[in-house]
């Protein structure tokens, strides 16, 4: 698997995953655990965007 479609993939399993805890976190009311989800789905983004410039750059 090329460098660019990991980088995405990992980053969209990153973003599902940080916007599970988020809603999780805010309908527990446990602000902690939603600024965590926040956190995450943000690396997800950044993580699938680093995907996208490599895939560029390899064309």
Same mark, same amino acid.
Do not use: C, F, P, Y
């Given at each position: %698997? *090329? =460098?660019s479609t990991k980088?995405?993939? !990992?980053? &969209? %399993?990153?973003?599902? @995953?940080? @916007?599970? #805890?988020?809603?999780?976190? +805010?309908?527990a009311g446990n =602000? =902690?655990? !939603?600024? !965590?989800? #926040?956190? !995450?789905?943000? &690396?997800? #983004?950044?993580?699938? *965007?680093?995907?996208? +410039? @490599? *895939?560029? %750059?390899?064309?």
């Amino acid at each position: %698997m *090329k =460098s660019s479609t990991k980088d995405n993939a !990992e980053g &969209k %399993m990153h973003q599902v @995953k940080g @916007k599970a #805890k988020q809603v999780a976190g +805010i309908v527990a009311g446990n =602000s =902690s655990l !939603e600024a !965590e989800g #926040k956190e !995450e789905n943000l &690396k997800g #983004k950044t993580q699938e *965007k680093v995907g996208q +410039i @490599k *895939k560029v %750059m390899d064309q």
